[in-house]
C-alpha cells in the first residue's frame, strides 16, 4: 500500500467508483489520513455491477411492511434496505470528495459511519442468502443519488442525510423489526436492531453538527428547515410512529422533537404514510 493509498481522497474515490460490492466493501484502512487540500470532486454517480445498475423508482417496486409476513416478499424488502446502505456507503465517500475543507472531525465522522453502513450492507446481504436470494436479484433505485443538488454544502449534507433519511429510520428500523419479530424471524429482527441502535449515532452525528456549522446561537430547528431542500424536509424525517426515545438518545432538543412530531409524515410520493 502505497503512501497515497491511505488518503480519505484515494479511499473515497475507489469506494464511489468500485464496480463490485467487495469494492464497496473495502473497509477504511488504518491510518487513513483525512486532510486533503484538493479541490471539492462532486462525482455524479457511482460505480456499481450491472446487477446493481440504478433504475427509475416505477420499476424497483418494493412491499409494504405488511410483506414481511411472506419470506419471498421479505427477501425484497431486505433488498431494498441493503440498497439504502449500499447508497449510504457511497454518498458518505462522495462527502468526503466533495468537501475536502470541511472539519478534520467531521470527515472522521463521515468514514466512521461509512464503516457502519459496509457493515449493515452485509448483514442485509447474510440475511438475503438466508432466504435463498442475493444482492442484485431485484432492481434498485438510486433515491439518495437523485438528491445531489440537495447536498450543496456539509451543513445541508447533514440535514439531507443525517436529519431526514437516519432521521426517518430510527421510525423505520424499529418498525421492520417488529414486523420481523411478529413473523418468526428472529435473525432478520435482530439485524435491524442494530441498525436501529446505530442509526441513533448517526443522528447525533448529524444534530452536533447541524449546531456546529450553523452557529450556537442558531436555532436548531429553523437551521435544520433552512438548509433542507424540498421535498425533503420534516415530513420526510419520521415515520408513520415516531420514536420520540430514540431523538431524546441523539441528542435533539425537546422543541426540535415536538416540531417533528407534530408534522405529518408523508412517502417520497407525497402521498401520506
Not at 52 to 65: E, F, T, Y
Not at 141 to 152: A, E, V, Y
Not at 256 to 264: K, T, V
Request: charged share 25%; net charge negative.
Amino acid at each position: 500500500m502505497t503512501a497515497d493509498d491511505l488518503t480519505a481522497r484515494a479511499y473515497a474515490l475507489r469506494i464511489v467508483t468500485a464496480t463490485t460490492l467487495g469494492g464497496k466493501l473495502e473497509p477504511p484502512p488504518a491510518g487513513l489520513v483525512l486532510e486533503d487540500d484538493g479541490a471539492p470532486l462532486r462525482l455524479d454517480a457511482p460505480g456499481r455491477p450491472a446487477s446493481l445498475a440504478i433504475v427509475p423508482g416505477r420499476a424497483a417496486r418494493v412491499p409494504p411492511i405488511a410483506g414481511m409476513r411472506d419470506p419471498s416478499q421479505r427477501a425484497r424488502i431486505l433488498h431494498a434496505l441493503a440498497n439504502h446502505e449500499l447508497q449510504a456507503i457511497e454518498l458518505f465517500a462522495w462527502a468526503l470528495l466533495a468537501y475536502p475543507a470541511a472539519p478534520i472531525a467531521f470527515r472522521r465522522g463521515l468514514v466512521a459511519i461509512l464503516a457502519d453502513e459496509q457493515r449493515h450492507m452485509s448483514l442485509y446481504i447474510e440475511r438475503l442468502a438466508a432466504h435463498g436470494a442475493r444482492f442484485g436479484d431485484h432492481p434498485v433505485t438510486g433515491h439518495f443519488w437523485n438528491k445531489l443538488d440537495h447536498l450543496i454544502g456539509p451543513l445541508e449534507f447533514v440535514c439531507a442525510m443525517g436529519l431526514t433519511f437516519e432521521n426517518a429510520n430510527l421510525d423505520f428500523a424499529g418498525d421492520y423489526a417488529a414486523a420481523a419479530r411478529a413473523c418468526g424471524d428472529d435473525a432478520t429482527a435482530t439485524v435491524l436492531d442494530q441498525v436501529h441502535a446505530d442509526e441513533i449515532g448517526h443522528v447525533h452525528f448529524g444534530w452536533t453538527w447541524l449546531r456546529k456549522l450553523a452557529g450556537e446561537s442558531a436555532d436548531p430547528w429553523q437551521a435544520y428547515l433552512d438548509h433542507v431542500k424540498f421535498p425533503l424536509g420534516p415530513r420526510r424525517a419520521r415515520g408513520a410512529r415516531f420514536d420520540r426515545d430514540a431523538r431524546r438518545r441523539a441528542g435533539f432538543d425537546e422543541r426540535f422533537i415536538d416540531e417533528l412530531e407534530a408534522i405529518a409524515p408523508t412517502r417520497p410520493s407525497g402521498e401520506p404514510r
